[in-house]
Every structure is written in C-alpha cells, then in structure tokens.
C-alpha cells in the first residue's frame, strides 16, 4: 500500500513538465515583462510623485520625489530642472550648481547656508530649491 500512495505522488510531479511549450514560454515571457518593468536602466531616473502647493500669493511650492538607478559613484540629484544621477562627490561638498541644475538660460547661485541652490531667469523670476537633510550622502 505504501508503493502505491509514492507512485501516485510521481504521477503528479512528472505532470509539470508534460504541460504544452506554449504555456511555458508564456509563464517565462510573462515574468521577464514584470522583471524589467520593475527596474531602471542604470543611470537613469524618474519622477515618482509631483506635489504643488500654490495657496500663498505669487508663490508656488512644489516637491518631486525621483527614483534613480545611479551607477557607482555617483547619486541621485538634478540637471538642467530633472531628476538625474551625478558625481556624489558634488552631494557631498554641497557645491549644487557643479551638477548644472537650472535650464541654459538661468543663473545659479548656492544659497547661504548651501542647504540649497537658487535659478535666476532672464526677467527675474526666481525659483528656490532646498535639499532635505535626509536625500544628503554623508
């Protein structure tokens, strides 16, 4: 009675591999897709969550979360307005406008504290931006 209760359990094991090709290479695709969705080339990034607040007078306060996939050396930061990976070495130094932050047509300027950096337009326009302490490298 015992060879016939491990008998039955080989039959159903050896049912796996007995399945049409189809199927599997639909189960192998099917993975691959959601593997690869899931990750970001190396050295890239993007915009996760955009929030903008403009309840105060002439005054619009945005934050943006970016997910990045940096390469070594270097660390999640900003370039030409968008979310990019650079020298972690600039992170570190607090020098924010080494990584060119502003559009071309801006002037960067560090703030006093170097908590964060200041694009200057053409016309005057100013727009502030402040790193957390906790997106700092230490």
Do not use: H
């Not at 993975?31 to 002439?58: K, N």
């Not at 660390?75 to 020098?95: E, F, L, M, N, Y």
């Amino acid at each position: 009675m015992a060879s016939s209760c491990k008998l039955g359990r080989w039959r159903n094991v050896t049912a796996w591999p007995r399945m049409s090709s189809t199927f599997w290479a639909v189960v192998l695709l099917a993975s691959l897709l959601i593997i690869y969705c899931g990750q970001l080339a190396a050295g890239t990034c993007e915009i996760v969550t955009l929030d903008r607040d403009s309840s105060q007078p002439r005054r619009t306060i945005a934050r943006q979360t970016a997910r990045c996939a940096c390469k070594k050396g270097q660390i999640a930061g900003t370039t030409r307005a968008s979310p990019a990976c650079v020298d972690a070495r600039i992170v570190r130094s607090r020098q924010w406008c080494d990584m060119m932050p502003c559009l071309e047509d801006e002037g960067c300027d560090l703030l006093v504290n170097q908590s964060g950096w200041t694009c200057t337009q053409p016309g005057g326009r100013v727009k502030t931006t402040t790193v957390r302490q906790d997106c700092q490298a230490s």
